[in-house]
């Protein structure tokens, strides 16, 4: 049994060719497998996955579906770590809407995955624990900071795994192993039990090998959480009967003021190619223009990480998490905090404490808000005359390990064409649109208006119906 | 604005994180060329605009103040890394 698509097994499922537990066996099976060498899991929980399996009722819209989530998703009786020391025994009472979700939907979880800690990077080289290797190229980084559900998707383990996009989070480590990667609307799914990187930016979504799984489990994550104040009130919708496989009309925009200086060659061909074939269904190209784009990485890493350094306030070795020991409170909280975050991390928090410190926030976080509503205002004019907006997803395809890992800003700097759809709050999805001469996926990445991921979509599967070629699945072994 | 080992050194005070002398040496320059990259926004003319503090008009989310069930004092003690059953326990906070 081979792991596809989720529609693929659903199929199967409905035709009772096959039984929930059957999925889970081939799910397990393939990470006995494959995850010795990709390193995508960190936690499996066979026997409880098994359960769930043989226990499932009802008709969920993902009854039978094994799949992951990373592992800043809270699971209640599952540890739930972040990829972080600090968090390494943590055990949460209580399930991320998201995961009660989609058990709600009948889905079963196999695992979590991991990822930089708590979601900081872009290669999930700062997790504490583990390496995750690129299905497609072990010696190259799977991206990051959600690899491991990228790797996971990408080697055939599950069918679809859940991954948070604060900056690209998603999307980067979606173009990088050859899946889709969806990024909903800020806002559209709850993030009630996301351990929080920086709460105006974060948002929850799909990695999957088609568009229309994603489409699939979009529909069963997304709506209105009365546990998150911040989740909007906008119903779920049918968002696979967007899926007309029809582009007649749409209008595509490509940014012509981009600095496209640093863009890999090869992805550059590969992007043209699919605006290209795009064009040839029926789309129209319009050119526009993103002015304030160029300042979004500054903008980005002054916003997020003063977000970070007060929503990791919380790690202080009192209420949960680890506690080194310490003569005095002070010297406990010290002493627990730098025992227990990675240098990443630390880093932003100073980034974030510094930016935020008497006699400076005007200067860096109160600038950095206002650059935040130009870039914003970018986008509307630019939906005026666009109905989706096509960039490269990443820069470069994937990377190797440790090429980038001693240079922060050349790191951040990988996500150039991501964080502006974070900083505007709005839905963005990378789809493999090629590989490079020596086999590493290249993604393509398409931006839409807030809240109409159904035309997002919409353009994604059309686009994959016409790309002209199925992604290869990666040949892991032992 | 130039970040030296001493602002380091006061930031991860601020922070309640201690450094070594290593990390401090290390961390100086690399949080100078990220702060300097980020100095770009310092020329722009945005007196004039306001703040985005998030993606969309967000407004009140209140609920009626009525009694739910929450956690028990044994799930809400399960993860504390040192308790006495019924509370948290830390070190001495005052002295004496």
Redo the contacts between chains.
């Keep these: 049994m081979t792991i596809h698509s989720v529609k693929a097994i659903l199929e199967s499922l409905q035709k009772k060719e096959t039984s929930p537990l059957d999925w889970v066996e081939a799910s397990l099976a393939e990470i006995a497998n494959k995850d010795g060498k990709v390193q995508a899991f960190l936690h499996v929980d066979a026997e409880g996955a098994r359960q769930r399996a043989q226990a499932l009722e009802g008709s969920g819209g993902l009854l039978g579906v094994p799949y992951a989530l990373k592992d800043n998703l809270c699971t209640e009786g599952m540890p739930t770590t972040a990829a972080s020391r600090i968090l390494e025994?943590?055990?949460p009472?209580?399930s991320a809407t998201v995961a009660n979700k989609l058990a709600a939907a009948g889905g079963v979880l196999v695992g979590k995955t991991n990822m930089d800690e708590f979601a900081m990077g872009s290669s999930t080289e700062n997790s504490a624990f583990q390496k995750t290797r690129n299905p497609y190229h072990l010696d190259h980084v799977p991206g990051g900071s959600s690899g491991g559900s990228a790797a996971a998707v990408a080697a055939g383990m599950v069918p679809f795994a859940l991954g948070s996009d604060t900056g690209g989070s998603i999307r980067q480590p979606a173009s990088f192993c050859g899946v889709v990667g969806l990024k909903p609307t800020?806002?559209r799914v709850s993030r009630f039990g996301l351990i929080a990187f920086a709460s105006?930016l974060d948002q929850i979504g799909p990695f999957t090998r088609t568009v229309e799984d994603a489409a699939y489990v979009l529909q069963a994550i997304s709506g209105h959480d009365?546990l998150d104040?911040?989740s909007?009130p906008q119903p779920t919708e049918d968002f696979t009967a967007a899926l007309t496989g029809d582009v007649k009309g749409l209008r595509i925009g490509v940014v012509t003021d981009f600095d496209m200086s640093g863009v890999d060659p090869e992805v550059k061909a590969a992007v043209d190619g699919a605006i290209a074939k795009l064009q040839a269904a029926g789309a129209e190209v319009v050119e526009i223009q993103l002015p304030h784009s160029q300042?979004a990485?500054?903008?980005y890493?002054?916003i997020a990480p003063a977000e970070a350094?007060s929503n990791l306030?919380r790690y202080?070795?009192?209420?949960?998490?680890?506690?080194a020991a310490?003569?005095?409170?002070?010297?406990?909280?010290?002493?627990t905090?730098?025992e227990g975050?990675g240098?990443e991390v630390?880093?932003r928090?100073?980034?974030g404490?510094?930016a935020l410190?008497s006699g400076?926030y005007d200067?860096?976080y109160?600038?950095?808000?206002?650059?935040?509503?130009?870039i914003?205002q970018d986008y509307e004019a630019a939906f005026e005359k666009c109905d989706v907006i096509v960039t490269p997803t990443a820069p470069t395809p994937a990377f190797r390990f440790g090429e980038k890992v001693d240079n922060?800003?050349q790191m951040?700097l990988n996500d150039v064409f991501t964080i502006p759809a974070n900083?505007?709050?709005?839905p963005g999805i990378s789809v493999p649109c090629g590989l490079t001469q020596s086999g590493l996926p290249i993604g393509l990445q398409m931006v839409g208006r807030?809240f109409d991921e159904r035309t997002l979509l919409r353009a994604a599967h059309a686009y994959e119906q016409v790309r002209g070629f199925e992604m290869p699945a990666p040949e892991v072994n032992g | 604005m130039k970040i030296t080992e001493d602002t380091i050194r006061h930031v991860a005070k601020l922070a309640r994180l201690a450094v070594s002398d290593e990390d401090v040496a290390k961390l100086a320059p690399q949080l100078n060329d990220i702060m300097g990259y980020n100095e770009q926004l310092q020329a722009l003319p945005l007196d004039e605009v306001p703040p985005t503090s998030h993606p969309f008009a967000l407004y009140n989310a209140l609920r009626d103040d009525e009694p739910r069930p929450g956690l028990t004092r044994e799930q809400a003690l399960a993860n504390a890394p040192d308790s006495d059953g019924e509370q948290v326990r830390v070190p001495a906070v005052l002295e004496g």
């Design positions: 025994n943590y055990i009472p209580y800020y806002g105006s009365p104040s911040t909007a300042y990485v500054a903008t890493y002054l350094s306030a202080d070795g009192v209420r949960y998490g680890k506690r310490g003569e005095t409170l002070l010297e406990m909280y010290e002493r905090r730098s975050f240098i630390k880093r928090i100073m980034i404490t510094y410190s400076y200067a860096y109160l600038r950095a808000q206002k650059m935040r509503t130009l914003r922060p800003l951040y900083l505007a709050g709005l807030a």
